[in-house]
């Protein structure tokens, strides 16, 4: 079993970053593969990052390339996703999830967090 507890979200300008947080425990938590998807209203949950359980390989969707980026603390298995020139597409819940593998598909995720709501405004 992998609890994995986001915080970092918030309202901010359009411009703007933020910086999100996943905590991941568990016995097995540092074999996971974790990453970010993100859910806005009245759409289907999105992949957003990824990064390998060793940290050293990670992925990022192609519209968030150049101004997101993840990485992981392997001792304390904690992911961050930095966000930076924010747009208001960015809006939605933003989720962590843990995987045994590199997978874009949200369903082969094993595990999730509660998310955390990230606004961007005008």
């Known amino acids: 079993q992998v609890h994995l507890v986001e915080s970092g979200g918030g309202l901010v300008q359009t411009g703007g970053s933020l910086r999100l947080r996943c905590a991941a425990s568990?016995?097995?938590?540092?074999?996971?593969?974790l990453g970010w998807f993100r859910q806005a209203p009245g759409k289907d949950r999105e992949f957003v990052a990824s990064i390998s359980a060793d940290g050293r390989r990670a992925w990022l969707r192609e519209a968030v390339q150049g101004r997101f980026s993840i990485s992981r603390d392997v001792v304390e298995n904690i992911v961050y996703l930095d966000m930076n020139s924010l747009k208001v597409e960015d809006t939605a819940v933003y989720y962590c999830?843990?995987?045994?593998?590199?997978?874009?598909?949200?369903?082969?995720?094993?595990?999730w967090g509660q998310g955390t709501q990230v606004t961007v405004s005008t």
């Open positions: 568990g016995s097995t938590a540092s074999v996971y593969d």
């Open positions: 999830g843990a995987s045994e593998g590199y997978y874009t598909d949200p369903s082969q995720y094993d595990f």
